[in-house]
Nanobody
Framework: QVQLVQSGGGLVQPGGSLTLSCAGT????????MGWFRQAPGKEREGVTC?????????YYTNSVKGRFSISRDDAKNTVYLQMNSLPPEDPAVYYC?????????????????????WGKGRLVTVSS
């Protein structure tokens, strides 16, 4: 059974840091570009960052997180990470990891790209004092 199992997140004070993890079961993540979405209540889902398949040589970040967020992958652990630093106070958001997200540049995709996305169940991130 294919699953993306997410962990991490929670409550952090403004200016703090959090790390999210996304572990794959039933699929080999290095065959996929991997990305993170977030969605706050009442707002549209936003593509935050993605990393290219295989060696993860290429990364993309939406402007609002550049310099503060870092996506990485550990293919030996079949896991992708999102390190979030200098978090500003803002509405809580649920972060989702996803395979081959559509907002990634096409050349990030792996050799078996078929346009299918697998999604994690999401983790809530709340930045508040």
């Amino acid at each position: 059974q294919v699953q993306l199992v997410q962990s991490g997140g929670g409550l952090v004070q403004p200016g703090g840091s959090l790390t999210l993890s996304c572990a794959g079961t039933g699929l080999t993540l290095d065959n996929y570009a991997m990305g993170w979405f977030r969605q706050a209540p009442g707002k549209e889902r936003e593509g935050v960052t993605c990393i290219s398949s295989r060696d993860g040589r290429y990364t993309y970040y939406t402007n609002s997180v550049k310099g503060r967020f870092s996506i990485s992958r550990d293919d030996a652990k079949n896991t992708v990470y999102l390190q979030m630093n200098s978090l500003p106070p803002e509405d809580p958001a649920v972060y989702y990891c996803v395979t081959d997200p559509a907002f990634c540049p096409a050349d990030y995709y792996g050799p078996y790209y078929a346009g299918k996305e697998y999604w994690g169940k999401g983790r809530l991130v709340t930045v508040s004092s």
